[in-house]
């Protein structure tokens, strides 16, 4: 497969053009990077509104994941989250209907902060899992709060594979979506990989009507590259208003650094990716056995990923991170309960065999540590974007029970918010706070 975008660049780089342009390093090599990274000359083409070598990137990445249309974001799955909500939005059936979304309730903060913008407002499905990363919905709790709406939805919104690495049931949400003539809208983030799997489990293949891909997560891709993808089912106005989308909410500056590696990334996928992918998979599931064998227990249904429920067995999440680190491993994400560990086609041997070292040296004692901290239903006294929009303070936790959550306090990872924008913090919430170390809370000011 061609890489039309890093042939240009290169081609650039090594000519004897003065560079009377953007950026400022006029090329001269202080990180070692700066010859490759450019504006958008003559040539380069425009990311926002492609016709040239970007186009036919994005067509090269739309046929490998099976696409009517794939996007590239120099900004992660943040701008493709937006212009995702963006695009359903518009083409709604009832175009002045106040805009209403059903989203499962383990949502990115990108997705509040979406809503915010766009003021739609979010009718939250909770499930019964015990944990703020996890909300896993099935397709008869779906149907049961769509035949229970008042008001219809113009879209359902979910998270798959989540950050634990539980998978949803996208086929079967997808099809009861399509009952009701609404589309399927999922933060894939974390599974750009799933489309080269021996069985395309992407959620695209699986119905979903548009999912953004982190393709930095789990590709060899440079952080934040990211796609946003549209199915083939979707008719022709989608592509012109998601290409819309992505110029409202994107920088005008986007990094050609990052077009390189996403556009080198297709001859990668085109290669022997799956091959490796599946050889990867495999390790895992290897290191999983053996760490069961060991007494612990993995969550993860993802298969290049490990989460290890630490809860009951004398250990915290934080605990196990710190331990990996004296072992040479930094983990992805760590809480109170887990530990979750990412792999690539890019790890080696030793990577394998020092996760397994560190949880060997570690002997479980099934003596519980914590509850578990699954986000409360709070109440709601405000839209998520009145409560973003209003003049905001921020107070200790142990101040903020009573108040109206203003911008989402909560780290990224897992960047899922405890309390959401226009809800009023409860002391169950205050709680959650301090198991995640999160002493100051920005709350609607009091006027």
């Known amino acids: 497969m061609k890489t039309p975008i890093y042939d240009f660049v290169r081609s650039y780089a090594d000519s004897s053009f003065s560079r009377l342009h953007m950026p400022g390093h006029k090329g001269a090599a202080m990180l070692g990077c700066e010859p490759y990274d450019i504006t958008e000359i003559k040539g380069a083409d425009v990311l926002g509104s492609p016709s040239g070598i970007i186009a036919e990137s994005q067509r090269n990445a739309a ?34 209907a106040k805009p209403i979304i059903f989203a499962a309730r383990n949502s990115h903060k990108s997705f509040i902060y979406g809503c915010a913008l766009l003021d739609i407002d979010v009718v939250w499905l909770y499930s019964k899992d015990g944990s703020l990363c996890s909300c896993s919905i099935t397709p008869d709790e779906l ?78 891709v440079i952080t934040p590259g990211a796609y946003l993808h549209l199915s083939k089912n979707l008719p022709e106005v989608y592509s012109q208003t998601a290409e819309t989308a992505m110029q409202i909410f994107a920088t005008t500056s986007p990094s050609y650094l990052i077009l390189q590696s996403l556009d080198l990334c297709n001859a990668y996928l085109d290669g022997d990716f ?70 690539s086609t890019k790890n080696e041997e030793t990577d394998y065999e020092r996760v397994y070292r560190a949880f060997s040296s570690v002997k479980p004692t099934k003596v519980k540590h914590t509850v578990r901290t699954a986000p409360p239903v709070c109440e709601k006294v405000m839209t998520v974007r009145e409560a973003v929009m209003s003049p905001f303070e921020v107070v200790k936790t142990d101040d903020s029970v009573g108040r109206i959550c203003a911008a989402p306090t909560v780290s990224c990872p897992p960047a899922i918010p405890i309390a959401v924008s226009g809800e009023r913090i409860s002391a169950e919430c205050a709680d959650i706070f301090r198991l995640y170390c999160i002493d100051n809370i920005a709350v609607v000011k009091n006027l």
Not at 64 to 80: D, I, P, R, V
Not at 190 to 203: C, K, Q, R, S
Not at 286 to 311: A, F, H, M, Q, Y
Request: hydrophobic fraction near 40%; charged fraction near 20%; proline fraction near 4%.
């Open 63 to 96: 046929e490998l994941f099976g696409t009517a249309a794939t996007f590239y974001s120099t900004e992660g799955s943040s701008l493709s989250v937006k212009a995702m909500l963006y695009t359903a939005m518009v083409n709604r059936a009832d175009a002045k």
């Open 143 to 220: 149907g049961t709060a769509l035949d229970k709406a008042e008001n219809k939805p113009f879209a359902v919104y979910i998270t798959t594979p989540d950050y634990l690495g539980n998978i949803a049931d996208t086929a079967g949400l997808a099809k009861v979506c399509s009952e009701y003539g609404i589309p399927l809208l999922v933060d894939g983030a974390h599974g750009a990989y799933t489309a080269f799997l021996d069985e395309n489990t992407h959620p695209i293949k699986l119905g979903a009507a548009m999912c953004c891909d982190s393709a930095h997560k789990t590709l060899p």
């Open 274 to 343: 799956s091959s490796e992918l599946k050889d990867c998979a495999a390790k895992v599931e290897n290191l999983k056995i053996r760490l069961s064998e060991l007494g612990w227990r993995n969550i993860s249904s993802e298969p290049i990923k490990l989460t290890v429920d630490c809860s009951g067995y004398g250990v915290s999440g934080y605990g196990m991170a710190d331990i990996l680190r004296e072992n040479g491993v930094e983990c992805e994400f760590s809480d109170p309960d887990y530990v979750t560990l990412m792999f």
